[in-house]
């Protein structure tokens, strides 16, 4: 199989796997609090990513036995190769690094977005929390000084018009948010993960083990929450079944798969573009599993945000290409 025929099948099991979370989310929210929610994903997703870790590192060691002729098992392996490996991206810059981005992601971005869907349907939260890409724009101009054009501020407007029809059910006559505080919290959430992204782009290291380190010490901040502010029960339920699933197949499993498709694809806009497929899947799922009606001005809406997201990342593109 070609390199790139195996970059479109990680790509689109991603793509299929974070199109079912939004649904899983509702499910988990029906018995468990946001919080609650938050830990039990964050710690499974935690020790997939352990254990995606420890293979990778293994593997790494055959390929390189293989190559010198060197014999290798799971005996020979232990948990100081583990650590070795561990320590290699965890300097102090990278300690910082962990720490922050695992402040942001996952503690502080889940949190809020657990929340927003706690309160809004599953449609308004998907598509809202999809704002995340205008985010990085407005981020990129702040932060990483970068120039915006004429036709980028159409084409944020494109978005944010997407946005009040998502927020106002496509009221426009007064204006009038059918749920503003969820609003906030889904809007915000796509702050938080905007300003994530910004920063991961400055972190260098090995992208699956900083991913590790990143929900390590984010799983710490999550459990502090949860001993200070919150309260935890264990009961096996429907609900935490679904909680656990969205800790493999929307924090770990799947970024994994994202990360592989990006590393085999010849440009990242071969499949990057099919991360757009999601809220609209996620939309179908929503509206045959936990049968959500889903309104027209949410539809409207969501294509409204994403065009205003593709036009930016063609711009954004071309000029790339004329400055090279």
């Known amino acids: ?165 998502i927020a106002t059910g496509g009221n426009f006559t007064d204006l009038h948010f059918k749920n503003p505080e969820g609003v906030i919290y889904a809007l915000s959430s796509a702050l938080v993960w905007g300003l994530f992204w910004i920063l991961n782009m400055k972190d260098s290291r090995d992208d699956l083990i900083k991913l590790f380190l990143n929900f390590f010490f984010g799983f710490i901040f999550v459990v502090i929450y949860t001993v200070f502010f919150t309260s935890f029960k264990m009961q096996i339920s429907v609900s935490f079944i679904a909680a656990v699933y969205v800790g493999i197949f929307e924090m770990g499993i799947t970024f994994v798969f994202w990360l592989k498709a990006l590393q085999l694809s010849k440009t990242t806009a071969l499949v990057s573009n099919l991360a757009y497929l999601s809220p609209f899947l996620s939309l179908f799922f929503v509206s045959i599993i936990i049968k959500e009606e889903i309104q027209f001005s949410t539809i409207i809406g969501l294509i409204f945000i994403v065009i205003g997201i593709i036009l930016q990342n063609l711009v954004k593109k071309n000029t790339f290409e004329t400055n090279t």
């Open 1 to 165: 199989m070609k390199q790139q025929s195996k970059a479109y099948i990680f790509a689109l099991s991603a793509v299929l796997l974070w199109s079912t979370v939004a649904t899983a989310f509702k499910i988990s929210l029906q018995q468990l609090t946001y919080s609650q929610l938050l830990l039990i994903s964050s710690g499974t997703s935690l020790v997939v990513l352990f254990i995606i870790v420890i293979l990778k590192i293994f593997l790494k060691r055959s390929t390189y036995s293989e190559q010198n002729k060197e014999s290798v098992s799971p005996k020979n392996f232990n948990l100081n190769q583990i650590i070795a490996a561990i320590k290699r991206n965890l300097d102090y810059k990278g300690l910082i690094f962990s720490i922050a981005l695992g402040f942001l992601n996952p503690f502080l971005y889940y949190l809020i977005l657990f929340k927003a869907y706690s309160i809004l349907p599953a449609q308004e939260a998907i598509s809202l929390n999809y704002t995340w890409g205008i985010i990085v724009v407005l981020l990129s101009i702040i932060l990483l000084k970068q120039k915006i054009h004429f036709i980028n501020i159409i084409f944020l407007i494109i978005s944010f018009v997407g946005v009040v029809i």
